[in-house]
């Protein structure tokens, strides 16, 4: 049976399985992806054009690119969606991230980091606005799930060793964001 299973998705998938990351991909499979049933219409609409949407909408998209996803295709998709919003994140939308980057590096965290390790200027975002967010925590102001050394050990418990360093350097620039909102 998970022969069976491996096989069904390599065959759906090959490109996204075998390598992880968006732009590992094909182009000519990422239109497959991005137009797969599988990709839910928020997340879709968010990505292509937010116009229209509340608030409330695309916080719920946003919430489910952050987590990712069990399919390979659609979370490769969804991690680099997240990103993109990431990255162009500012005023009020920035404010809220902290948390999303939060869900997306507990979601997986030895993904998430190993492709923050090679993209530095995405990992200072990811650090900065979950320092924010472990900021306000510690003044009670915020509702997520961790506290910033709550966060650290969940996280080590669940990368290999060789993610550890890249835990702990992330951890580091995360921790210095904190301290420059002192």
């Not at 000519?28 to 909408?57: C, F, P, T």
């Not at 996280?155 to 550890?164: H, N, S, T």
Request: with cysteine.
């Amino acid at each position: 049976m998970r022969r069976i299973l491996l096989l069904a998705a390599l065959l759906y998938c090959p490109a996204v399985t075998l390598a992880g990351y968006w732009e590992d991909i094909p182009a000519a499979e990422r239109g497959q992806v991005d137009e797969s049933a599988g990709v839910h219409y928020s997340v879709r609409r968010l990505v292509n054009n937010a116009r229209g949407m509340s608030d409330k909408e695309k916080y719920a998209a946003m919430e489910l690119m952050a987590g990712l996803s069990d399919d390979p295709c659609i979370k490769a998709f969804y991690f680099h969606a997240f990103n993109e919003k990431c990255l162009a994140a500012d005023g009020e939308q920035a404010e809220v991230m902290g948390k999303y980057c939060l869900r997306a590096v507990m979601a997986d965290p030895a993904y998430v980091l190993e492709y923050l390790a090679s993209h530095p200027e995405l990992m200072d975002r990811y650090a900065l606005f979950m320092g924010t967010e472990f900021y306000f925590k510690a003044g009670r102001l915020s509702d997520i799930a961790y506290d910033f050394e709550g966060f650290r050990k969940a996280a080590a418990q669940r990368v290999g060793c060789e993610m550890a360093q890249t835990l702990e350097c992330f951890c580091c620039a995360v921790q210095r964001n904190m301290k420059n909102l002192q």
